[in-house]
Nanobody, 120 residues
């Protein structure tokens, strides 16, 4: 069993930056594929980024996903934030192989989410 805990969300003005972190339990963190998803009010949960690595078109060039295996943590650096980036952000993990890691069904473990609000 893997537990994921996100942090780093908050309120930021458009054009600003935030860095989200996701701390994972377990000794085999380096073997997990990690991803970030987000869900805005009234919308489906959507893919944002995954290691190794890939990004949704809407965040390419602005967001960067990275991991620190020594700290069992994955990060999402978000720059040039826009109001449409407002959502609850979730990290996810899986041991399973996938060709894309962009679908919710590709992942087995989820964090509780952290709110990101971007004001215009």
């Amino acid at each position: 069993q893997v537990q994921l805990v996100e942090s780093g969300g908050g309120l930021v003005q458009a054009g600003g930056s935030l860095r989200l972190a996701c701390a994972a339990s377990g000794r085999t963190f380096s073997r997990y594929t990690m991803g970030w998803f987000r869900q805005a009010p009234g919308k489906e949960r959507e893919f944002v980024a995954a290691i190794s690595p890939g990004y949704a078109d809407s965040v390419k060039g602005r967001f960067t996903i990275s991991r620190d295996n020594a700290k069992n943590t994955v990060y999402l650096q978000m720059n040039s934030l826009k109001p449409e980036d407002t959502a609850v952000y979730y990290c996810a993990a899986t041991f399973r192989h996938s060709y894309s890691y962009t679908r919710r069904s590709d992942y087995d473990y989820w964090g509780q989410g952290t709110q990101v609000t971007v004001s215009s």
